[in-house]
Structures are given as structure tokens and as C-alpha cells.
């Protein structure tokens, strides 16, 4: 991912700010839970438990994953540099301004965790196809 990672909250309020739409346009990053229904407030637990175990897990099986399989999205002028992720385990990283062609592991510079690998498969797709490879999550350690 190569994305600053995000600590997961131990309280309902800090979930609910943590789990909230990041596409949303009238979020104010704050909730009062104060009267919020127990039912509700138990359902946002369990939907928390639920993200940092997947996080969790994400984090174990990419410090195992040998990144076989690989998407990439290439660099564009518009100042977006090549991404790629594992299929298998979706570890993501964004490449340097270097790493710019259709083929990111051909002409970056900069160190690489998914890249340079001459057994790697690589399937090139579009931004859109990309981010949706990306896991529900940030991945924590
Ligand atoms: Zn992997």
C-alpha cells in the first residue's frame, strides 16, 4: 500500500469516524454516540472487530505472500505515478515519478516490494479496475 497507515480506534466514537464514508461530502469526522440506540452502538462494534480482523489478517498473509501475481496501473502525465497490488494478497505500492511507461518495472529507480521481478506475472489495468482491487481496509501492523 505504501499509504500512511492508519492506527484502528478502540472506541464506538473513534470506529464511527473511522469507518465512515470516505467519499462522503457532509462528513464532519464527528458523531455523538451519547444517545445513539445500544443496538446500533453493539453493530458498529462488531462491524469494527470485524475491519481489524480483516486488517489484521491482511497484514499477516502480505509479510508472507511472495506477490506472484501483479495488477498495474501505469503512470500518467497528470501527475499520477504507476501503482501496482498483489492479487493475491492486495499489498499495494505506488512507484516514483520514474516509474513512468506502461511497464513500471522497467524504468523506476526507486526501490520496489511488488516490482523487478523477472518470474512476476504483471496484468496491466486501468485506474478504475485498480482501485477496485484495493481491500475495504488500511492495513495495519
Ligand atoms: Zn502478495
Same mark, same amino acid.
Given at each position: 500500500?505504501?499509504?500512511?497507515?492508519?492506527?484502528?480506534?478502540?472506541?464506538?466514537?473513534?470506529?464511527?469516524?473511522?469507518?465512515?464514508?470516505?467519499?462522503?461530502?457532509?462528513?464532519?469526522?464527528?458523531?455523538?454516540?451519547?444517545?445513539?440506540?445500544?443496538?446500533?452502538?453493539?453493530?458498529?462494534?462488531?462491524?469494527?472487530?470485524?475491519?481489524?480482523?480483516?486488517?489484521?489478517?491482511?497484514?499477516?498473509?502480505?509479510?508472507?505472500?511472495?506477490?506472484?501475481?501483479?495488477?498495474?496501473?501505469?503512470?500518467?502525465?497528470?501527475?499520477?505515478?504507476?501503482?501496482?497490488? @498483489?492479487?493475491? @494478497?492486495?499489498?499495494?505500492?505506488?512507484?516514483?515519478?520514474?516509474?513512468?511507461?506502461?511497464?513500471?518495472?522497467?524504468?523506476?529507480?526507486?526501490?520496489?516490494?511488488?516490482?523487478?521481478?523477472?518470474?512476476?506475472?504483471?496484468?496491466?489495468?486501468?485506474?478504475?479496475?485498480?482501485?477496485?482491487?484495493?481491500?475495504?481496509?488500511?492495513?495495519?501492523?
Amino acid at each position: 500500500m505504501m499509504s500512511a497507515h492508519q492506527s484502528i480506534p478502540n472506541s464506538v466514537d473513534a470506529a464511527v469516524r473511522f469507518l465512515a464514508p470516505r467519499s462522503s461530502t457532509n462528513w464532519t469526522g464527528t458523531l455523538n454516540v451519547s444517545r445513539l440506540n445500544q443496538e446500533i452502538a453493539a453493530a458498529i462494534e462488531g462491524r469494527l472487530h470485524a475491519t481489524r480482523h480483516l486488517s489484521r489478517t491482511a497484514f499477516h498473509i502480505q509479510a508472507g505472500c511472495t506477490h506472484e501475481i501483479v495488477a498495474e496501473t501505469a503512470y500518467r502525465s497528470s501527475g499520477l505515478s504507476a501503482r501496482r497490488i @498483489c492479487l493475491h @494478497c492486495r499489498l499495494e505500492e505506488e512507484g516514483s515519478h520514474w516509474s513512468g511507461g506502461s511497464t513500471w518495472s522497467r524504468h523506476d529507480y526507486g526501490k520496489s516490494i511488488l516490482g523487478n521481478t523477472s518470474e512476476r506475472i504483471v496484468t496491466n489495468v486501468d485506474r478504475d479496475q485498480f482501485y477496485a482491487l484495493r481491500l475495504p481496509v488500511e492495513v495495519a501492523e
